[in-house]
Protein backbone atom coordinates (compact mmCIF):
# COMPACT_ATOMS: atom_id res chain seq x y z
CA UNK A 1 0.00 0.00 0.00
CA UNK A 2 2.62 2.56 0.88
CA UNK A 3 4.95 1.65 -1.98
CA UNK A 4 1.68 1.83 -4.24
CA UNK A 5 1.07 5.45 -2.55
CA UNK A 6 4.46 6.86 -3.35
CA UNK A 7 4.80 5.46 -6.85
CA UNK A 8 1.33 7.63 -7.52
CA UNK A 9 2.65 10.54 -5.24
CA UNK A 10 5.96 10.44 -7.77
CA UNK A 11 3.90 10.12 -10.95
CA UNK A 12 1.76 13.35 -9.83
CA UNK A 13 4.46 15.71 -9.01
CA UNK A 14 6.88 14.41 -12.51
CA UNK A 15 3.30 15.19 -14.16
CA UNK A 16 2.87 18.54 -13.07
CA UNK A 17 6.03 19.52 -13.59
CA UNK A 18 6.48 18.17 -17.04
CA UNK A 19 2.81 20.47 -17.74
CA UNK A 20 4.53 23.64 -15.98
CA UNK A 21 7.24 23.34 -18.46
CA UNK A 22 4.89 22.41 -21.54
CA UNK A 23 2.45 25.53 -20.54
CA UNK A 24 5.69 28.02 -20.49
CA UNK A 25 7.15 26.58 -23.66
CA UNK A 26 3.90 26.72 -25.28
CA UNK A 27 2.82 30.37 -23.89
CA UNK A 28 3.34 32.97 -26.53
CA UNK A 29 3.35 36.19 -23.91
CA UNK A 30 5.84 36.48 -20.88
CA UNK A 31 6.97 38.87 -18.30
CA UNK A 32 10.87 39.06 -17.91
CA UNK A 33 12.43 41.23 -14.86
CA UNK A 34 15.76 42.10 -15.69
CA UNK A 35 18.50 42.95 -12.80
CA UNK A 36 21.85 43.44 -13.87
CA UNK A 37 24.33 46.58 -14.89
CA UNK A 38 25.68 48.01 -18.18
CA UNK A 39 26.19 44.82 -19.66
CA UNK A 40 22.43 44.59 -19.45
CA UNK A 41 21.43 47.86 -20.64
CA UNK A 42 24.46 48.59 -22.94
CA UNK A 43 22.43 48.86 -26.53
CA UNK A 44 19.21 47.92 -24.49
CA UNK A 45 19.21 43.83 -24.55
CA UNK A 46 15.49 43.67 -23.00
CA UNK A 47 14.11 45.70 -26.11
CA UNK A 48 16.39 43.60 -28.31
CA UNK A 49 15.07 40.11 -26.76
CA UNK A 50 11.22 42.04 -27.86
CA UNK A 51 12.25 42.54 -31.49
CA UNK A 52 13.86 38.94 -31.46
CA UNK A 53 10.72 37.31 -29.18
CA UNK A 54 8.21 39.59 -31.83
CA UNK A 55 9.73 37.96 -35.09
CA UNK A 56 9.19 34.45 -34.03
CA UNK A 57 5.43 35.34 -32.79
CA UNK A 58 6.36 35.38 -29.03
CA UNK A 59 5.06 38.94 -26.94
CA UNK A 60 7.74 39.43 -24.35
CA UNK A 61 7.03 42.46 -21.72
CA UNK A 62 10.39 43.05 -19.99
CA UNK A 63 11.18 46.15 -17.06
CA UNK A 64 15.00 46.54 -16.49
CA UNK A 65 16.52 47.34 -13.02
CA UNK A 66 20.02 48.06 -14.24
CA UNK A 67 22.86 50.39 -12.97
CA UNK A 68 26.71 51.46 -13.37
CA UNK A 69 28.75 49.16 -11.78
CA UNK A 70 25.83 46.96 -9.81
CA UNK A 71 26.44 43.30 -8.51
CA UNK A 72 23.24 41.59 -7.40
CA UNK A 73 24.12 42.39 -3.98
CA UNK A 74 23.51 46.00 -4.52
CA UNK A 75 20.41 45.72 -5.87
CA UNK A 76 19.51 43.44 -3.03
CA UNK A 77 20.02 46.05 -0.64
CA UNK A 78 18.50 48.64 -2.43
CA UNK A 79 14.98 46.76 -1.96
CA UNK A 80 13.30 47.69 -4.96
CA UNK A 81 13.74 44.13 -6.11
CA UNK A 82 12.13 42.26 -3.76
CA UNK A 83 8.77 44.34 -4.38
CA UNK A 84 8.94 43.28 -7.85
CA UNK A 85 9.37 39.76 -7.60
CA UNK A 86 6.70 39.85 -4.81
CA UNK A 87 4.12 41.10 -7.13
CA UNK A 88 4.08 37.74 -9.20
CA UNK A 89 3.50 39.66 -12.58
CA UNK A 90 6.75 38.23 -13.92
CA UNK A 91 7.49 35.06 -15.26
CA UNK A 92 11.44 34.76 -15.09
CA UNK A 93 13.81 37.43 -13.35
CA UNK A 94 17.18 37.70 -15.05
CA UNK A 95 20.41 38.19 -13.25
CA UNK A 96 23.55 40.04 -14.24
CA UNK A 97 26.70 41.28 -12.76
CA UNK A 98 30.49 40.80 -14.08
CA UNK A 99 32.05 39.61 -15.00
CA UNK A 100 32.67 38.01 -11.72
CA UNK A 101 35.73 35.55 -12.46
CA UNK A 102 36.93 35.83 -8.97
CA UNK A 103 35.90 34.34 -5.59
CA UNK A 104 34.16 37.63 -4.40
CA UNK A 105 31.99 37.91 -7.67
CA UNK A 106 31.16 33.95 -7.72
CA UNK A 107 30.50 33.94 -3.40
CA UNK A 108 27.95 37.01 -4.27
CA UNK A 109 26.48 35.25 -7.43
CA UNK A 110 25.85 32.37 -5.17
CA UNK A 111 25.00 33.32 -1.89
CA UNK A 112 22.92 36.92 -3.16
CA UNK A 113 21.76 34.59 -5.70
CA UNK A 114 20.52 32.47 -2.91
CA UNK A 115 18.22 35.05 -1.72
CA UNK A 116 16.90 35.75 -5.14
CA UNK A 117 15.93 31.57 -5.78
CA UNK A 118 14.38 31.79 -2.24
CA UNK A 119 12.06 34.65 -3.10
CA UNK A 120 11.40 33.52 -6.98
CA UNK A 121 10.14 29.97 -5.70
CA UNK A 122 8.11 31.97 -3.46
CA UNK A 123 6.23 33.29 -5.34
CA UNK A 124 6.29 30.69 -8.72
CA UNK A 125 8.83 32.91 -10.82
CA UNK A 126 11.75 31.23 -12.26
CA UNK A 127 15.29 32.48 -11.66
CA UNK A 128 18.18 32.67 -14.46
CA UNK A 129 21.27 33.80 -14.47
CA UNK A 130 23.02 35.95 -17.31
CA UNK A 131 26.17 34.80 -18.20
CA UNK A 132 28.20 37.67 -19.48
CA UNK A 133 32.03 38.22 -20.42
CA UNK A 134 35.38 39.53 -18.91
CA UNK A 135 36.85 42.37 -21.07
CA UNK A 136 38.95 41.44 -23.53
CA UNK A 137 41.74 42.96 -21.35
CA UNK A 138 41.34 39.92 -18.90
CA UNK A 139 40.03 37.05 -21.51
CA UNK A 140 42.05 35.01 -19.80
CA UNK A 141 39.77 35.02 -17.21
CA UNK A 142 36.71 33.65 -19.32
CA UNK A 143 36.98 30.19 -17.74
CA UNK A 144 36.68 31.46 -14.21
CA UNK A 145 33.04 33.40 -15.53
CA UNK A 146 32.03 30.43 -17.32
CA UNK A 147 32.28 27.93 -14.22
CA UNK A 148 31.24 31.00 -11.61
CA UNK A 149 27.91 31.27 -13.53
CA UNK A 150 27.05 27.65 -14.51
CA UNK A 151 28.30 26.68 -10.73
CA UNK A 152 25.59 29.36 -8.89
CA UNK A 153 22.81 28.53 -11.65
CA UNK A 154 23.09 24.84 -10.87
CA UNK A 155 23.40 25.77 -6.69
CA UNK A 156 20.14 27.46 -6.55
CA UNK A 157 18.63 25.47 -8.94
CA UNK A 158 18.12 28.50 -11.73
CA UNK A 159 17.71 28.82 -15.51
CA UNK A 160 21.71 29.04 -16.69
CA UNK A 161 21.36 31.40 -19.63
CA UNK A 162 25.32 30.83 -21.12
CA UNK A 163 25.83 34.06 -23.53
CA UNK A 164 29.60 34.11 -22.08
CA UNK A 165 29.83 30.74 -23.44
CA UNK A 166 28.57 31.35 -26.85
CA UNK A 167 30.83 34.20 -27.22
CA UNK A 168 34.28 32.29 -25.84
CA UNK A 169 32.90 29.59 -28.17
CA UNK A 170 33.09 32.02 -31.33
CA UNK A 171 35.85 34.27 -30.33
CA UNK A 172 38.07 31.12 -30.47
CA UNK A 173 36.69 29.27 -33.30
CA UNK A 174 36.85 32.94 -35.59
CA UNK A 175 39.60 34.63 -33.65
CA UNK A 176 37.19 37.95 -34.20
CA UNK A 177 36.37 40.14 -31.38
CA UNK A 178 33.12 42.07 -33.45
CA UNK A 179 31.01 41.27 -30.62
CA UNK A 180 33.19 43.52 -28.19
CA UNK A 181 32.44 47.34 -28.76
CA UNK A 182 35.20 50.13 -29.09
CA UNK A 183 35.92 49.55 -25.19
CA UNK A 184 36.96 46.28 -25.27
CA UNK A 185 34.33 45.52 -22.62
CA UNK A 186 30.79 46.59 -23.39
CA UNK A 187 29.17 44.85 -26.32
CA UNK A 188 29.15 46.32 -29.95
CA UNK A 189 25.02 46.14 -31.25
CA UNK A 190 25.85 42.55 -32.83
CA UNK A 191 26.96 41.17 -29.40
CA UNK A 192 24.17 42.86 -27.96
CA UNK A 193 21.83 40.82 -30.65
CA UNK A 194 23.56 37.40 -30.58
CA UNK A 195 23.12 38.04 -26.49
CA UNK A 196 19.35 38.60 -27.31
CA UNK A 197 19.28 35.36 -29.54
CA UNK A 198 20.79 32.76 -26.74
CA UNK A 199 18.79 34.21 -23.67
CA UNK A 200 15.61 33.97 -25.81
CA UNK A 201 16.50 30.57 -27.19
CA UNK A 202 17.40 29.21 -23.76
CA UNK A 203 14.26 30.42 -22.02
CA UNK A 204 12.02 28.91 -24.36
CA UNK A 205 13.68 25.80 -23.24
CA UNK A 206 11.92 26.02 -19.66
Known amino acids: ?8 IALAITCSSLFGQQEIHNAKEFDILFIGNSLTYVNNLPQLIKKHAAQKGVKINTKMIAFPNY ?8 GQVQKLI ?3 VYDFVI ?20 KYSNLC ?3 EVRLCYFMVWPSLNYYHSFDGVIKNYTDAAAINNAV ?4 GQIW ?12 YGQDRFHPSIKGSQISAKVIFEYLLQY
Open 71 to 78: AIEDHWND
Open 121 to 123: KLH
Open 168 to 179: KDYVDSTNSTEY
Open 86 to 88: SSK
Open 160 to 163: LLPV
Open 95 to 114: LQQGPSSQSDGRKMLIEFGK
Open 1 to 8: MQKSLFLF
